[in-house]
């Protein structure tokens, strides 16, 4: 099992439309989670941190569930520029280590 | 402007040669880190450093080499021991204490 897994995709979305993504991780004492996003031949890009309490950034939720382990990222009001891979990230408590899933690729159409 | 500059952005090798990688920050973070992503797969540590003149094998360290003699510099070598040494190699770096990773451009390397 990986310690970190996502639904590959591609999810296939109109603009406007809301779409969420799930990720679960093997390892409970995973202390960090953030999401990335990934352009096609880019770096990735943190998008932002997951926190217990969950966390918004203007069209952007994240959730995590700790008894579940899985983090979950939400977009609304989807925009053609918000195509792109998006890596759920997990680390441990030594912090210096962060394990990525392989992503989630996001096609947003007009 | 404050970032972490990899290069070159695309390499070419023949098979038996070591090629050398260069990441270069100037944030003045404390942590350095070398990745290789495989397409469709997600990033594989290679080696990490915490502190200058120290660093530690990650998960694929094996036919890779490296060395921190400056904060600012964290050079990888991928040696004719690799055995596929075609990916993506991605430099990051993070501040003390702090799990957020931030990224280089990327190095997409080639062995013809």
């Known amino acids: 099992r990986k310690e970190v897994e996502q639904d590959p995709g591609p999810f296939n979305v109109p603009e406007g439309a809301t779409v969420a993504f799930n990720c679960t991780y093997s390892?409970?004492?995973?202390?960090?989670f953030f999401w990335y996003r990934q352009d096609c031949r880019k770096e990735p890009k943190l998008l932002m941190s997951?926190?217990?309490s969950g966390n918004e950034d203007g069209r952007f939720t994240a959730q995590l569930n700790r008894a579940s382990q899985y983090i979950s990222l939400l977009i609304r009001d989807s925009k053609l520029s918000d195509s792109a891979t998006y890596l759920c990230v997990v680390s441990l408590d030594s912090s210096y280590k962060l394990i990525f899933g392989s992503g989630t690729r996001l096609l947003v159409r007009p | 402007d404050g970032g972490i500059t990899q290069s070159p952005k695309y390499l070419f090798r023949k098979e038996g040669q070591n090629v050398t990688l260069s990441c270069e920050q100037n944030?003045?973070?404390?942590?350095m880190y070398w990745y290789r992503q495989d397409p469709g797969q997600g990033l594989r540590l290679i080696y990490y450093?915490?502190?200058?003149?120290?660093?530690q094998k990650g998960d694929i360290a094996e036919g890779y080499s490296v060395s921190r003699e400056k904060k600012e510099s964290f050079p990888l070598t991928v040696t004719s021991a690799q055995k596929n040494p075609t990916a993506f190699y991605l430099c990051?770096?993070?501040?003390?204490?702090?799990?957020?990773?931030?990224f280089g451009p990327g190095t997409r390397l080639t062995v013809l």
């Open positions: 997951v926190y217990s």
């Open positions: 450093s915490q502190i200058v003149n120290d660093f």
């Open positions: 990051a770096s993070s501040s003390w204490g702090k799990d957020e990773q931030f």
């Open positions: 390892n409970s004492a995973s202390q960090s």
């Open positions: 944030l003045n973070h404390d942590a």
